[in-house]
């Protein structure tokens, strides 16, 4: 709900003459007095109005209030959350030209990483949201059919998976997440992979002939890089139009062992240089690892399998339609950004 302190302004209508921000915050990821004190410090520096506060909630994560900060016209809304609140902010924005500004919080800031944007400077953030440039990025649009056959969509602005990835969050217990940070996911992870079961789909990648596929997990990636210096998609793009689609499917122990080379060691060392990438040579595709690029992924399960956007669970689905959008969302970044 929007947040009731007397202190920010009341969300009213931007003044003609200057410009406003809205702050969609969670409160349980950020240090509210301190920021408020950084925005405001920030806003007035930049000859901008008083901010607009708006505060996320269980029942809100993000999406409702950023529509009001649409409908009031202000001109740039800064997010200070994590993951979820991104994902949810950039949903509500997306299409809108309205520009997004991130201040990471929480223990992924997974779009923040892969932008390469500095992730413990709240200060430096607060200052480059408003004195910084427009970048446009794409988005990841999904449609998630369910066992019912109702439909639901959302926008991911990292990546969407099934297989393990998904079960992981979805073993994951959210208080031992809270308090233990990325270490929560160790006992997910081998609790996912003790899960013998693997994808059966029916899918078509563009406008290429329909396949059928048994996979251990499948993953629609807008960017590449994840926490833990994990660079899951090396030559994921955030701006260039597509979406880099990775299907999984170890062979047994060693196939896990090949899998865990290649993208920690492989993709999150050695081909993070130039050098280190004319060592490594080309990616070649094999039967752990397959990777493709395309607009539009449709996919039909044999049955219900769980779904995660952005690392949070979205619940089972049955079937999806995958997208991307192009430039559909501006954020802004420092002005001397790569």
Same mark, same amino acid.
């Given at each position: 709900m929007a947040d009731l302190d007397s202190t920010p302004a009341s969300p009213t209508s931007p003044t003609e003459t200057q410009q406003t921000a809205a702050v969609v915050y969670n409160p349980i990821k950020v240090d509210i007095d301190a920021l408020r004190a950084a925005v405001d410090s920030a806003a007035a520096d930049a000859g901008w109005g008083e901010s607009v506060w708006l505060e996320t909630s269980i029942d809100d994560v993000g999406q409702k209030v950023t529509r009001e900060a649409v409908d009031l016209g202000v001109d740039l809304v800064i997010t200070a959350g994590g993951d979820g609140t991104v994902r949810a902010v950039a949903e509500a924005l997306r299409g809108s030209g309205i520009p997004l500004a991130l201040l990471p919080s929480g223990t =992924?800031? &997974? /779009?923040? %990483?892969? /932008?390469? &944007? +500095?992730l413990n400077d709240m200060p430096g953030s607060v200052i480059a949201a408003f004195e910084g440039v427009d970048r446009p990025i794409d988005l990841g649009v999904i449609d998630i059919e369910r066992e019912n056959r109702t439909r639901d %969509? @959302?926008?991911f602005v990292v990546l969407a998976g099934m297989g393990i990835d998904a079960k992981m969050i979805a073993n994951t217990d959210d208080d031992l997440k809270a308090k233990a940070g990325i270490a929560a996911y160790v006992s997910a992870i081998t609790k996912s992979l003790r899960d013998p079961h693997e994808l059966h789909?029916?899918?078509?990648l563009d406008d290429e002939p329909t396949k059928r596929a048994t996979v251990h997990t499948v993953m629609i990636g807008n960017c590449g890089s994840l926490p833990a210096n994990i660079l899951l998609m090396p030559n994921a793009v955030v701006d260039d139009g597509l979406f880099d689609l990775l299907l999984m499917r170890p062979g047994g122990l060693f196939g896990w062992i090949r899998v865990w080379v290649k993208v920690a060691w492989l993709n999150g060392i050695v081909r993070r240089t130039k050098a280190g990438r004319a060592l490594a040579g080309e990616h070649r595709n094999d039967g752990d690892l @397959?990777? %493709? +690029? =395309?607009t539009r992924f449709v996919a039909r399960l044999s049955r219900p399998e769980e779904i995660e /956007? !952005? *690392? !949070? *669970?979205? =619940?089972?689905a049955t079937a999806f339609n995958a997208w991307i959008e192009p430039g559909a969302l501006k954020v802004r970044v420092p002005a001397d950004a790569d």
């Open positions: =992924g800031n &997974l /779009l923040a %990483r892969n /932008l390469k &944007l +500095t %969509r @959302h926008v789909m029916q899918f078509k @397959h990777y %493709r +690029t =395309g /956007l !952005d *690392g !949070d *669970g979205f =619940g089972k």
